[in-house]
């Protein structure tokens, strides 16, 4: 196959992914996971297939990980005039912790995104937490984390919770490739440009594509 047809394959890929809404996109990212997994496990050059991740020379040592996340939605109507709708979110959980001999995880969270639609501004958030989690022998991993300071647009002042499901691999000896499924809840105390305002919650689930590295 020549690089020009490569090159309009992935084009194609991305813009299909665009058009996805968040549970096409969670099966495409697992697809993709478990093909990646296969083509490195051919050619590692330890000669061996991917692992799962704490099976891999003991899996202790700091991690820095991100998690990424994007979806797009679109709608039209006839009449259209009013009626269309087009909004876009991405997400970026980057990560930082340490691993012990035992498997138990105690690290940082920083989350930068941004939510945006055709007839208001974007949206931009940010958020900063830490917590605790465990990588289990058969690659799963537990994480979860107190936030304690997130903004959302005009939302400030926020605190709550966020707890990651994951699986992992290790391609190579420092890198690995995995899927998260993310839990956060958040309750925003301060927002000025509303009157009278007392709190806000706001609940989201996501579905990531894990990249990380191991640092011995």
């Not at 084009?11 to 809404?21: A, D, H, K, S, Y």
């Not at 289990?136 to 997130?150: K, M, P």
């Not at 690995?176 to 839990?183: E, I, K, N, R």
């Amino acid at each position: 196959m020549s690089q020009h047809v490569k090159r309009m394959n992935y084009v194609w890929f991305i813009m299909e992914c665009r058009q996805m809404n968040q549970f096409k996109f969670a099966v495409v990212t697992i697809i993709v996971v478990l093909f990646s997994a296969a083509a490195f496990g051919q050619t590692d050059s330890g000669g061996r297939g991917a692992r799962p991740i704490s099976r891999t020379y003991g899996f202790v040592g700091t991690l820095a990980d991100v998690g990424l996340y994007y979806s797009q939605t679109a709608a039209t109507a006839t009449p259209s005039a009013g009626n269309t709708f087009d909004n876009s979110t991405s997400v970026y959980d980057v990560k930082l912790g340490y691993i012990s001999e035992s498997h138990f995880y105690v690290g940082g969270l920083y989350t930068v995104g941004s939510d945006s639609q055709v007839s208001a501004s974007r949206v931009s958030r940010y958020t900063g937490g830490a917590g605790l989690g465990y990588f289990a022998y058969n690659g799963f991993n537990l994480r979860a984390y107190y936030i304690f300071d997130s903004t959302y647009g005009d939302y400030k002042s926020g605190t709550g919770y966020q707890a990651d499901l994951g699986y992992a691999i290790n391609p190579t000896s420092t890198f690995y490739l995995g899927v998260a499924l993310s839990l956060r809840e958040v309750k925003y105390t301060t927002n000025q440009s509303i009157a009278a305002f007392e709190s806000w919650t706001r609940t989201e689930t996501y579905p990531f594509v894990t990249l990380g590295f191991l640092f011995y």
